[in-house]
């Protein structure tokens, strides 16, 4: 019986892993790809704190996988395929089953993440990370004075299309429709961005290039024409999407599947927490997610306190 079992390694997982070692709670940390969750698709990060220079995203997550290893908290690769509460004697804990083993424990940390929502055209899987994003924070200074595609019509596409006007030298944003689905007051920014041109009434239907990003092809829905469009990257904010199927009628998630918690990262379930991308939120980046697992892993503890 393990005292807690967190679901996912990357940033947020990997913290709330730290402090429950550091707390000596008999821990299991379970990750389905690899160690560090999608920011490993992002190189290098610029606005972590502590790092002036920028740090690549590799040696930033071997630090804190070598804090988890000092602390002899074990992080097994697999796949989790249900989640579920138990009864014993009038105790309940849970199960956690994966593709090889199924484990119990007293209390449990969602840190599964959140994919970013992609355009499913050619080009897309080919050239992530080589032209291809979509964190435009992470990614901008990679970007300096070149010419890239912003994709998407809500608030994120339209903040990040702004932010992206300091590093590159034009920003074309690309959404389907006439109108956007982000703020009037961003819009209005966006409109009076010298650096910023809108290609309104279209979709992206391929992203074209040899080793990297070189154009896209651009398809009016309205026309019908298709356009050439040389660029060298493209940041794609369509959404994203938390992977929370698992979860779903078992713990209160909002309308698009984001699980919804306390200020303590306390989900609708006693003895059940998340943190980082799979929550509902208004920021998502590392630091926060750091810092939501601290959170979580103290919750933990507490409630662990008062089930003795």
């Given at each position: 019986?393990?005292?807690?079992?967190?679901?996912?390694?990357?940033?947020?997982?990997?913290?709330?892993g730290?402090?429950?070692?550091?707390?000596?709670?008999?821990?299991?940390?379970?990750?389905?790809?690899?160690?560090?969750?999608?920011?490993?698709?992002?190189?290098?990060?610029?606005?972590?704190?502590?790092?002036?220079?920028?740090?690549?995203?590799?040696?930033?997550?071997?630090?804190?996988?070598?804090?988890?290893?000092?602390?002899?908290?074990?992080?097994?690769?697999?796949?989790?395929?249900?989640?579920?509460?138990?009864?014993?004697?009038?105790?309940?804990?849970?199960?956690?089953?994966?593709?090889?083993?199924?484990?119990?424990?007293?209390?449990?940390?969602?840190?599964t993440?959140?994919?970013?929502?992609?355009?499913?055209?050619?080009?897309?899987?080919?050239?992530?990370?080589?032209?291809?994003?979509?964190?435009?924070?992470?990614?901008?200074?990679?970007?300096?004075?070149?010419?890239?595609?912003?994709?998407?019509?809500?608030?994120?596409?339209?903040?990040e299309?702004?932010?992206?006007?300091?590093?590159?030298?034009?920003?074309t944003?690309?959404?389907?429709?006439?109108?956007?689905?982000?703020?009037?007051?961003?819009?209005?920014?966006?409109r009076?961005?010298?650096?910023?041109?809108?290609?309104?009434?279209?979709?992206?239907?391929?992203?074209?290039g040899?080793?990297?990003?070189?154009?896209?092809?651009?398809?009016?829905?309205?026309?019908?024409?298709?356009t050439?469009?040389?660029?060298?990257?493209?940041?794609?904010?369509?959404?994203?999407?938390?992977?929370?199927?698992?979860?779903?009628?078992?713990?209160?998630?909002?309308?698009?599947d984001?699980?919804?918690?306390?200020?303590?990262?306390?989900?609708?379930?006693?003895?059940?927490?998340?943190?980082?991308?799979?929550?509902?939120?208004?920021?998502?980046?590392?630091?926060?997610?750091?810092?939501?697992?601290?959170?979580?892993?103290?919750?933990?503890?507490?409630?662990?306190?008062?089930?003795?």
């Amino acid at each position: 019986m393990y005292d807690l079992v967190i679901l996912g390694a990357g940033p947020a997982g990997l913290v709330a892993g730290i402090y429950a070692g550091r707390f000596r709670l008999k821990t299991l940390i379970i990750e389905k790809m690899s160690v560090g969750g999608q920011i490993i698709l992002s190189p290098t990060i610029e606005n972590y704190p502590g790092f002036p220079e920028g740090i690549t995203t590799q040696e930033l997550i071997d630090r804190f996988k070598k804090q988890i290893d000092e602390l002899e908290v074990p992080v097994v690769v697999d796949e989790v395929i249900e989640v579920s509460q138990q009864d014993a004697r009038g105790s309940a804990y849970f199960t956690v089953k994966t593709s090889e083993n199924t484990y119990e424990t007293k209390s449990v940390i969602i840190a599964t993440g959140a994919n970013s929502k992609k355009l499913a055209v050619a080009g897309e899987e080919k050239f992530i990370g080589r032209g291809v994003s979509y964190c435009g924070t992470c990614d901008a200074p990679f970007f300096k004075g070149k010419e890239i595609l912003v994709v998407g019509g809500g608030d994120r596409a339209l903040e990040e299309a702004i932010f992206l006007t300091n590093y590159a030298s034009k920003v074309t944003v690309v959404h389907r429709r006439q109108q956007f689905r982000g703020s009037k007051i961003l819009e209005e920014k966006l409109r009076t961005n010298p650096k910023i041109i809108l290609m309104l009434d279209s979709v992206i239907e391929e992203i074209t290039g040899t080793t990297k990003v070189e154009a896209v092809k651009i398809k009016n829905v309205v026309t019908s024409k298709i356009t050439n469009y040389s660029c060298q990257g493209i940041f794609i904010f369509v959404g994203i999407k938390p992977n929370t199927e698992l979860l779903k009628n078992k713990l209160q998630l909002d309308e698009s599947d984001f699980l919804i918690t306390g200020l303590d990262m306390k989900t609708s379930l006693d003895g059940v927490y998340a943190c980082g991308d799979c929550r509902q939120k208004s920021l998502y980046q590392v630091i926060n997610a750091c810092g939501e697992g601290a959170v979580a892993a103290d919750s933990v503890h507490k409630y662990l306190l008062n089930l003795k």
